[in-house]
């Protein structure tokens, strides 16, 4: 029971805000709570609700990553467009090797691409448009570099699957707001020490 006991206070504590301390603190037997947890699912077993809740949560979980929600603010390139980022970055404390001599002192602006290359393409496309979804065929066939394509919406386990390929999904958007991408298909690459986006007409 304690996967499911977990499973249960999760949300509690998920959603649970720090509302400051008012007054005299006591300590919350944490043992009484799965107790009583416990005795609710042993309910469960029995009325035939628990094999219910699993079957239905396995559904949720399965559906979330078969289907997951498309990144917000994105449409197909209507106006061909190029910008570019900067991945430098300012380090807030001394970097130090392993002797703790300092290599970079607080404050230096540090840029990774001056000690590493990126040697890929990230391919932003929209799964659900067979249009990019071929575009994407034909990118990748012609580069000379690896490309990673990353859906903003569609079904990526379905694509790995009919394509036989791994297949990415921008997960909350973290990666389109990172290069401020708006519009797909997009393509992102190392020029000089800068990263290009351009957001493509097909």
Known sequence: YSFLAALLILPVISTAEDLGVVGKTYNITERDL????????????????????KEDYKKRVIGSIEHPKPVAGIKSTETANTHYY????????????????????????????????????????????AK??????????????????VLVAGEP???????????????GGKLTKRFAITQVPAIVRQEGKRLRIDELRY
């Not at 416990?38 to 219910?52: A, F, P």
């Open 34 to 53: 799965i107790e009583v947890i416990q005795s609710k699912l042993r309910t469960m077993e029995k009325s035939g609700d628990l094999d219910k809740y």
């Open 86 to 129: 900067d991945p430098s970055m300012v380090t807030d404390k001394d970097i130090t090797d392993a002797t703790g001599r300092i290599l970079y002192p607080r404050g230096t602006r540090v840029n990774p691409l001056d000690y590493i290359g990126w040697n890929k393409y990230l391919l932003f496309v929209d799964g659900r448009d």
């Open 132 to 149: 990019q979804l071929q575009f994407s065929k034909k990118i990748t066939a012609a580069s000379e570099r690896p490309v990673k394509l």
């Open 157 to 171: 386990l379905e694509l790995m699957r009919k394509w036989k390929m791994t297949i990415y999904f921008d997960q």
